[in-house]
């Protein structure tokens, strides 16, 4: 987070690859698109009938999405998520949402096996692999809400 006239902003993906500040008008526009779509493709399968592609999504959503969201939430709920953990939890996530598509129980099925496995194997290879240069991380989790983030910046080269 940066400040700007005194007042914090955020730095976003639009930032980083363009020469103009990001504009609430561009994220309107973008929030706009999105929804149009979602709501698009909501009519379509409603129209067509199509609860295939439904599930179709879910599962998707299941094998990817939520290890996604497990790995937010290892990240703002522990203090002891690192590296490590998060890719390998990742990992054998989107395996475990994989196999239990593969059941044939449903996507709901899909999605809890995803998060559970996620969160549980993420935390778990965090406690086994801590690393020798502990950052602090506490102020970017619930715990420190009230606490500033102080950035760790790369020892400079002698």
Known sequence: MSTICGQPHVVDIYNRFSDKQASVMFSRIVIMIAGIFGVGVALYLVATNQSDLWDLFLSITGLFGVPLTAVFALGIFTKTANSHGVLIGLALGAVAAFFAGKMGQGPFLVSTVAFVVT????????????????????????????????????????
């Open 119 to 158: 969160l549980v194997a993420g935390y778990v290879v965090s406690l086994i692999f801590t690393s020798r240069h502990t950052h602090d991380i506490t102020a970017l989790t619930i715990y420190g809400k009230d606490q500033e983030y102080i950035r760790r910046t790369p020892a400079l080269a002698k």
